[in-house]
């Protein structure tokens, strides 16, 4: 049994990858979601040199190259490190869970580009020791508005930008149990050093070292401990209207976002994919919490990188039921189903654009539900060679029938005649 093989059940990273049916997966965290065009390319063809060919858009902004080994492990390092893509240590890694626009710096419509706050923010938490000791989904969500805000990111510590009195300021958050809990706001310069000190109350009070555990008497007196001004009330940013295809920012640039399904490229794909960007003159590629990429490009540009993007099979339309489906990775990659989910969940997509069907699916190939926590209108659950059919819930929620895998093409149809869009 190897070092790595004996430990199970953790958020990937780099120096700590996790074990999983296809091998070990080690998770790339770009600082400030943003990589280079030649380093994306680098990874995608390390992916097929030291794993098994497959990357992961993460919920995080992060990539994953899966089916590596033990013998490919270190290779794969040296790169991350020549990329400046490999942390110290193994601890150091799991607490920069820091999120930010993927349009930062580039959306007009922004109040704040978050980058600089986010890059002290890293600073200080690799500066502190004591920090090590926060749970590995303990996340940082820096919003800084725009066209692509960040509202619905589960995130324990929120900063979001807004303007009071003509001043840009920033809204500090703690997330709840089922909401966030506005503590007040904070100057721009002081906002990643009174992150860090709420992480610190969080991690002295909080029961599961998680915010959403922290009682209601400790978060009373928090905004007035750490010097905030007063709570206030802090409105949900609007939901983006187009998160894939061409995005306009200003007459003359555009962003674009692209897609991959379920979240998973493949490695000649996303090699393509980076020679296409570096030959329209596009040099970085930024991350996202949505499983797309976007890259900034003039509207001619745009156009073109949409069109070569599909063509590798990436989504370039909100519309595309496929940016609606969440399917695990299923037989091949996971033990625990003989369920070729993602197969099944390209079958379905085809019966969601026949039969107009808005809502979301979750495909899983089992119980545990790894792909979506959050409720679809369409669950499928597998077992053996059957799913249970949930309609508006969780993998947690009783079924209200069965759907053989093997009449998937002929009964597709069915599953989505009479179902009604309730979440996005
Ligand atoms: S939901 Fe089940 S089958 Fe799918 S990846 Fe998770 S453990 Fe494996």
Redesign the pocket.
């Known amino acids: 049994m190897t070092a790595v093989a004996e430990i199970k059940g953790w958020c990937p990273g780099a120096r700590r990858p996790m074990p999983s049916?296809d091998g070990l997966i080690v998770r790339v965290r770009p600082h400030g979601g943003a990589l280079s065009v030649s380093a994306l390319g680098e990874l995608a063809r390390a992916a097929q040199r030291f794993g098994n060919g497959q990357i992961d858009l993460t919920r995080r902004a992060n990539l994953q190259i899966r089916g590596v080994s033990d013998q490919t492990l270190v290779p794969l390092w040296d790169l991350m490190a020549a990329l400046d893509l490999l942390d110290a240590s193994a601890e150091l890694e799991a607490i920069r869970n820091i999120v930010v626009n993927p349009l930062a710096g580039l959306d007009p419509a922004e109040i704040l580009d978050m980058r600089p706050v986010a890059a002290a923010l890293e600073t200080r938490l690799a500066s502190d020791q004591a920090l090590q000791a926060l749970p590995a989904k303990f996340g940082f969500a820096l919003d800084g508005g725009g066209r692509l805000p960040l509202a619905d990111l589960a995130a324990d510590v929120r900063l979001v930008a807004q303007v009071r009195d003509g001043d840009c300021r920033v809204a500090i958050g703690l997330s709840g149990s089922d909401d966030v809990r506005w503590l007040g706001t904070t100057s721009v310069a002081d906002a990643a050093s009174v992150a860090i000190q709420l992480t610190r109350v969080v991690l002295k009070l909080g029961p599961t070292r998680r915010s959403a555990t922290l009682l209601a008497p400790a978060i009373a007196t928090i905004g007035a401990e750490l010097g905030l001004d007063g709570a206030g009330a802090m409105t949900r940013s609007a939901t983006p209207q187009r998160r894939c295809g061409v995005i306009a920012l200003t007459d003359q640039t555009c962003a674009v976002g692209l897609g991959a399904p379920f979240g998973r490229l493949d490695s000649d794909a996303l090699t393509r994919l980076a020679d296409v960007l570096a030959t329209h003159g596009v040099s970085e590629v930024r991350l996202s919490p949505w499983r797309t990429l976007y890259v900034p490009a003039g509207p001619e540009i745009a156009a073109q990188i949409v069109a070569d993007a599909a063509r590798l099979g990436l989504i370039v339309d909100d519309a595309d039921p496929l940016m609606r489906i969440d399917a695990?990775?299923?037989a091949g990659?996971?033990?625990?189903?003989g369920?070729a989910?993602r197969q099944h969940a390209r079958v379905l997509a085809d019966a969601m654009r026949r039969t107009q069907f808005k809502g979301t699916l979750h495909v899983?190939?089992?119980?545990?539900?790894?792909?979506r926590s959050a409720p679809a209108d369409i669950v499928l659950i597998?077992e053996g060679e059957r799913y249970h059919l949930v309609r508006d819930g969780t993998?947690r929620t009783e079924a209200c029938g069965t759907v053989d895998a093997a009449g998937l093409d002929a009964d597709g149809d069915g599953l989505f005649e009479a179902g009604e869009r309730a979440h996005v």
């Open positions: 049916g695990c990775s299923g990659c996971c033990p625990s189903t369920l989910t899983s190939g089992c119980a545990k539900g790894c792909a597998g993998v």
